[in-house]
Each structure stands twice: as structure tokens, then as C-alpha cells.
């Protein structure tokens, strides 16, 4: 199955990921103003969510249409592997600063990541991903006519 654009798949996908978690940090935090505290981390989670997916993963799933028939597992593939892809850069900025004095930790890189792999906020960018991905496919499936190339 060749690729398959749709506007609608691409406004609705990335919004649904940023929605649940901001409205679950809301709601485990209860600070003064709820909707301001949505509205900040929807507006900051819905820009990682839209550039990813407009930035990568949109011309990944075009690049691996062009070596396979994409299926769903495929798709979900990529976004699982495009969530750890964009979940390593912001591990490694907290690595760097969660040392004594904002510095560098004790110990590597790797023995980092494997101290917080159970840590849920790491968990948000590859399970966000593989749903953002899924999303869109299944929305970009059902929204485009049959004649529609993409």
C-alpha cells in the first residue's frame, strides 16, 4: 500500500498524544490555574508532537514506502523508533545537567538511560509516538479516496 496524505490525519494525529498528557499532568497536579497549566503544556507538547511529525516522521513513512508495502506494523515500527529517536536528545540534556552543580552525573551515558528506563516520562515519547504514527494511518487510510496517490 503506497502512502496516503491526508490534512485531516495530519491536524488530528499529533494533537491526540499532547491532549492526553496534558490533561493527566493536570489533573495529577492541582495547581491554581487548571486551564492556563493545560493550555502551556498542550501548546508546548502540540509543537514536539507537530514538528516531529511533519518534520520526520512524514518523510520517514514517504522513504520507507518507497523500499516496502507499508502495513501497520510498519508504521508503528517507525514511530516507536522515531519516539526513542527524539526521546535520546532530551535523556541526554537532562544527563548533562542532573549532576551536582547542573553538571555531568557520576557514571556514562548508558548506565543514565538504564538507571531511568522505568521512568514514565521517557515512556511518553516512544508509546506517543507509536500512537501518533498509528493515528495517522489509520486516519490517513480512511479519509483519502481510493484514487488518491500519495
Known amino acids: 500500500m503506497k502512502m496516503k496524505f491526508s490534512w485531516k490525519a495530519l491536524i488530528v494525529a499529533p494533537a491526540v498524544v499532547p491532549f492526553i498528557i496534558?490533561?493527566?499532568?493536570?489533573?495529577?497536579?492541582?495547581g491554581k490555574s487548571l486551564l492556563a497549566s493545560f493550555a502551556f503544556l498542550f501548546v508546548l507538547s502540540s509543537m514536539?508532537?507537530?514538528?516531529t511529525t511533519i518534520f520526520?516522521?512524514?518523510?520517514?513513512?514517504?522513504?520507507l514506502s518507497k523500499f516496502t508495502t507499508l502495513r501497520y506494523s510498519w508504521v508503528g515500527l517507525l514511530g516507536i523508533v522515531i519516539g526513542v529517536a527524539i526521546l535520546l536528545p532530551v535523556d541526554w540534556v537532562c544527563y548533562q545537567t542532573s549532576g551536582m552543580d547542573s553538571g555531568p552525573p557520576q557514571?556514562?551515558?548508558?548506565?543514565y538511560l538504564l538507571r531511568n528506563w522505568w521512568d514514565p516520562v521517557d515512556w511518553v515519547?516512544?508509546?506517543g509516538g507509536l500512537i501518533t504514527a498509528m493515528l495517522y494511518w489509520f486516519l490517513a487510510n480512511r479519509f483519502c479516496r481510493p484514487n488518491t496517490v500519495g
Open 107 to 111: 557514571g556514562t551515558f548508558y548506565e
Open 56 to 63: 520526520v516522521f512524514l518523510p520517514c513513512l514517504y522513504l
Open 48 to 51: 514536539i508532537s507537530y514538528g
Open 22 to 30: 496534558s490533561t493527566l499532568m493536570v489533573i495529577a497536579n492541582h
Open 125 to 127: 515519547f516512544p508509546v
